[in-house]
């Protein structure tokens, strides 16, 4: 089945350290795929988004992600974590042939060390 | 403009319980979408509406879960009975038609025991 795999269900970084969070999908046809950001008894918000346009997409907070199709892979990154970083954050995908549905990853909970 | 709403944000109930949830979603926003999401894993679509007809319910247990939407805003989903293993989050997202931006609830948090 088509999916989205991300590594790592937790992640521990310093404040002010980079923030990387990892995300591969699995499919020769290039998808949509996202960044979304969870935090605590909260529903769901969009970090960023790939449409097939600019490889390299900027989202809020200072999030951005590099769409490397020769590595299927959607990697989310952030230069310098702040403390309000510390949340869970899924990777989605949708796959464009077929049903078009929105199918998450697994999570990973990041902390951030003061 | 206000985001989706969902209530109740806890429910604890016994298994063989029945339960209900309610979701409106933002105004003007034609697609609707149920989600559930165990704990450590990621949100699994349940059921989605394009106005008031089901686009798509292929992952619904549908011998215990039912859903609608009336008049094409708002939304309840029911369990009936409940199970142990459908203790998790129950999120609700809208969007305006494509799935490409989806806004979500805060959810509610569902317990059996």
């Known amino acids: 089945a088509q999916s989205v795999t991300q590594l790592g269900s937790h992640v521990s970084v310093s404040e002010g350290a980079l923030v990387l969070l990892r995300c591969n999908y699995s499919s020769s046809v290039p998808p949509y795929l996202f960044w979304y950001v969870q935090y605590p008894n909260q529903g769901l918000q969009l970090l960023l988004k790939?449409?097939?346009?600019?490889?390299l997409v900027k989202g809020i907070n200072g999030f951005e992600a590099e769409f490397k199709k020769s590595e299927t892979s959607f990697h989310l990154t952030k230069p310098s974590a702040h403390m309000s970083d510390a949340a869970e954050y899924f990777c989605a995908v949708i796959y464009t042939f077929g049903n078009e549905k929105l199918t998450f990853g697994t999570g990973t909970r990041l902390t951030i060390i003061p | 403009e206000a985001g989706v709403a969902q209530s109740p944000r806890y429910k604890i109930i016994e298994k063989r319980q029945s339960v209900a949830f309610w979701c409106n979603p933002i105004?003007?926003?034609?697609?609707l979408y149920w989600y559930q999401q165990i704990l450590g894993q990621g949100p699994k679509l349940l059921i989605q509406?394009?106005?008031?007809?089901?686009?798509?319910d292929s992952q619904l247990p549908k011998d215990r879960f039912s859903a609608e939407r009336l008049k094409g805003v708002d939304s309840t989903l029911k369990i009936q009975p409940a199970k142990l293993e459908d203790s998790a989050v129950y999120l609700c997202?809208?969007?305006?038609?494509?799935?490409?931006?989806?806004?979500f609830g805060p959810g509610t948090r569902l317990t059996v025991t």
């Open positions: 997202a809208s969007s305006l038609v494509s799935p490409y931006e989806q806004y």
């Open positions: 105004s003007g926003h034609a697609t």
């Open positions: 509406f394009q106005n008031n007809g089901v686009v798509d």
């Open positions: 790939y449409t097939s346009a600019a490889t």
